[in-house]
């Protein structure tokens, strides 16, 4: 059996981005089918593989997978020897905490700055309730780093499902110059560099479509 794991553009889907780092923390091999969003046949395309509607989604035999939460608890079951969440229940109960409140919140931060890796200097607006979803942001992964973090630099050491998931936030800090200092400004340029993170940069920057305004 295979993995296949459905994304959108790369510059442009936040979502689609922390599954595939999920994907890639388990080593698996996976087949990648890319779907340009915003085209008058997205909608279609993304309903042959799930009803939802939504990217990314996994498909594993007769298993289909959608929503990206789901999909990185599914690959952290598969996988256990991988740990995909943190050995120490107290840190494991941290980092889900963490991933389900960008899952289900940041609204603000999501509607104004949008997620699009290769532009720089956007001036999205940063009104009052971006202020505060930033604010939040730097104090969590300043909270894990000092608590969590001794391990490596990820908010837990290692890198796992939570940092996954802020991982197109820091991409969001480097388009619209949102400055950073202390421990966010090294962990943010820790996530930056991660492997994987460049090998999904670089695939953004040579994709060929460009959205204006896309709100994911
Ligand atoms: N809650 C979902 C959200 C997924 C989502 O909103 N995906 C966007 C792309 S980042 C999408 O598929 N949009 C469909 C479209 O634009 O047609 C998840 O966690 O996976």
Redesign the pocket.
């Known amino acids: 059996m295979e993995f296949t794991l459905i994304i959108?553009n790369r510059n442009?889907?936040?979502?689609?981005l922390?599954?595939w780092l999920v994907m890639k923390l388990t080593g698996a091999a996976f087949n990648e089918v890319v779907i340009p969003?915003?085209l008058p046949e997205?909608?279609n395309a993304?309903l042959a593989h799930s009803a939802a509607?939504?990217?990314?989604i996994l498909r594993y035999g007769a298993v289909t997978v959608?929503?990206?939460?789901?999909?990185a608890e599914y690959l952290a079951e598969l996988f256990p020897e991988r740990r995909l969440w943190p050995d120490d229940v107290e840190a494991r109960a941290q980092a889900r905490a963490i991933t389900s409140e960008m899952?289900s919140g940041f609204m603000n931060l999501r509607e104004h700055l949008p997620?699009d890796l290769r532009s720089r200097d956007l001036g999205g607006e940063i009104g009052p309730g971006v202020a505060d979803d930033i604010a939040r942001i730097v104090a969590l992964w300043t909270d894990c780093r000092r608590r969590f973090g001794t391990g490596g630099p990820f908010l837990f050491g290692e890198f796992c499902i939570a940092d996954a998931f802020y991982a197109p936030v820091v991409g969001r800090f480097r388009t619209y110059g949102i400055e950073l200092s202390g421990e966010a400004a090294a962990y943010a340029e820790a996530v930056w560099q991660w492997p994987d993170m460049q090998t999904w940069l670089d695939a953004a920057n040579d994709e060929p479509w460009v959205i204006d305004n896309?709100k994911?």
């Open positions: 959108g442009y889907s936040s979502w689609s922390r599954g969003l915003d997205t909608r993304i509607a939504k990217v990314p959608w929503d990206t939460l789901a999909i899952h997620m896309f994911v």
